[in-house]
T-cell receptor, first 111, second 113 residues
Framework: DAKTTQPTSMDCAEGRAANLPCNHSTISGNEYVYWYRQIHSQGPQYIIHGLKNNETNEMASLIITEDRKSSTLILPHATLRDTAVYYCIVRVQDSNYQLIWGAGTKLIIKP | NAGVTQTPKFRILKIGQSMTLQCTQDMNHNYMYWYRQDPGMGLKLIYYSVGAGITDKGEVPNGYNVSRSTTEDFPLRLELAAPSQTSVYFC????????????FGEGSRLTVL
């Protein structure tokens, strides 16, 4: 089972910052948080990942709480093309290091 | 670079038929994966490979087989198709395993009737 909990859906106005929360209260100290998104049943697209520190790239920012039990993905200026399902994933620390995917958050950007 | 290419994009099978989903990548990635995605759900790992000649089972391997004879290709074989295998199948590759970025194909939508 997925180790993360996300809201089923969210709305955001175009041009505003979209903040997507994720709870991962059972995360272990050496497990990373990954974010992917999937636009209209296309193949998922990598966004960002982090361990403890906040991370930023050209697509988004990832804010991880100090206790690491939750995180927030921030899309700073959402556009209509950001409408997608966003997946928060904890990389399970086992011998295979595989990703366990949940159902994600459906983010709808409104004009 | 084409990235990860999957064929076919769509296929309808009858119960009991067999078929192979093709996946090829041109990024010289060692790691390759096959996932399935059922409606409204996340992805589930079927099989993965860490290099040519090496494959291993994921979460849901029953009813499927894979091979990895070259770095580029990672075909998924469905034997004796069942309605429960109706799904969208995604192939992915990565350079550093799941530690780094996974690159996905566009998916293959399979219906078993």
């Amino acid at each position: 089972d997925a180790k993360t909990t996300q809201p089923t859906s969210m709305d955001c106005a175009e041009g505003r910052a979209a903040n997507l929360p994720c709870n991962h209260s059972t995360i272990s100290g050496n497990e990373y948080v990954y974010w992917y998104r999937q636009i209209h049943s296309q193949g998922p697209q990598y966004i960002i990942h982090g361990l403890k520190n906040n991370e930023t790239n050209e697509m988004a920012s990832l804010i991880i709480t100090e206790d690491r039990k939750s995180s927030t993905l921030i899309l700073p200026h959402a556009t209509l093309r950001d409408t997608a399902v966003y997946y928060c994933i904890v990389r399970v620390q086992d011998s295979n290091y595989q990703l366990i995917w949940g159902a994600g958050t459906k983010l709808i950007i409104k004009p | 670079n084409a990235g990860v290419t999957q064929t076919p994009k769509f296929r309808i099978l009858k119960i009991g038929q067999s078929m192979t989903l093709q996946c090829t990548q041109d990024m010289n990635h060692n790691y390759m994966y096959w996932y399935r995605q059922d409606p409204g759900m996340g992805l589930k790992l079927i099989y993965y490979s860490v290099g040519a000649g090496i494959t291993d089972k994921g979460e849901v391997p029953n009813g499927y087989n894979v091979s990895r004879s070259t770095t580029e290709d990672f075909p998924l074989r469905l034997e004796l198709a069942a309605p429960s295998q109706t799904s969208v199948y995604f192939c992915a590759s990565s350079l550093w395993g799941s530690t780094g970025e996974l690159f996905f194909g566009e998916g293959s939508r399979l219906t078993v009737l």
